[in-house]
């Protein structure tokens, strides 16, 4: 089945620490998006990417970083930068084109919590 | 400014009642689509439905339909025949070509679906 995954599901940070979540698709997408939630908020935009090997800084990337060696694979990383890890993280995939049609799958998401 | 305002945060219904979810936006380009997500309990985000902006027709997906007024800059979302399954977040957003193909989100409205 194609989809969208992550992992871990659940992922615990010591202070000073560097973490990396992982988001695998096999859709075929070239898009891939790292959006953070916290609770009863919306999503916004850490990072995102159209192609391989290029990504670009969204709203809040400031403590993260990505990688996108592989059409298939967007790790995030979240640096002892960021101070205020605790969230949940969601990420995203689309057809990338010129039009405004295409939307956007999710993977299941992982929770990040500071011990 | 908001792109996105969903300015319910939380909602009730009876069940097998219809429901109405408001979403205004802002854009000034003429080429744009509207999307509905919901978010259960489980975190996981799931595409509802669609709206180009270029559509005559109201969007419909079974129980989901979208209540587009292109020139009050708004996309309603209407479940009819509400389930309790229908409980959870329902989240509003927008794509538009010109902005890196990104999607924003608005904050969200709360359904929480009475028996």
């Known amino acids: 089945d194609g989809g969208i995954t992550q992992s871990p599901k659940y992922l615990f940070r010591k202070e000073g620490q560097n973490v990396t979540l992982s988001c695998e698709q096999n859709?075929?997408?070239?898009?891939m998006y790292w959006y953070r939630q916290d609770p009863g908020q919306g999503l916004r935009l850490i990072y995102y990417?159209?192609?391989?090997?290029?990504?670009q800084k969204g709203d809040i990337a400031e403590g993260y970083s990505v990688s996108r060696e592989k059409k298939e694979s967007f790790p995030l990383t979240v640096t002892s930068a960021q101070k205020n890890p605790t969230a949940f993280y969601l990420c995203?995939?689309?057809?990338?084109?010129?039009?405004?049609?295409?939307?956007?799958?999710f993977g299941p998401g992982t929770r990040l919590l500071v011990l | 400014a908001q792109k996105i305002t969903q300015t319910q945060p939380g909602m009730f219904v009876q069940e097998k009642e219809a429901v109405t979810l408001d979403c205004t936006y802002d854009t000034s380009d003429q080429s744009y689509g509207l999307f509905w997500y919901k978010q259960p309990s489980s975190g996981e985000m799931i595409f509802l439905i669609y709206?180009?902006?270029?559509?005559?027709q109201n969007a419909t997906e079974g129980r989901y339909s979208l209540n587009f007024q292109k020139a009050r800059k708004s996309a309603n979302l209407v479940i009819s025949a509400s389930q309790l399954g229908d409980s959870a977040m329902y989240f509003c957003?927008?794509?538009?070509?010109?902005?890196?193909?990104?999607?924003?989100f608005g904050p969200g409205t709360r359904l929480s679906v009475l028996p």
């Open positions: 709206q180009g902006s270029y559509d005559e």
């Open positions: 990417s159209q192609i391989v090997n290029d990504f």
């Open positions: 859709l075929n997408h070239d898009a």
């Open positions: 957003a927008m794509r538009e070509p010109w902005y890196g193909q990104n999607f924003v």
């Open positions: 995203a995939s689309s057809i990338e084109s010129s039009g405004s049609q295409e939307t956007q799958y």
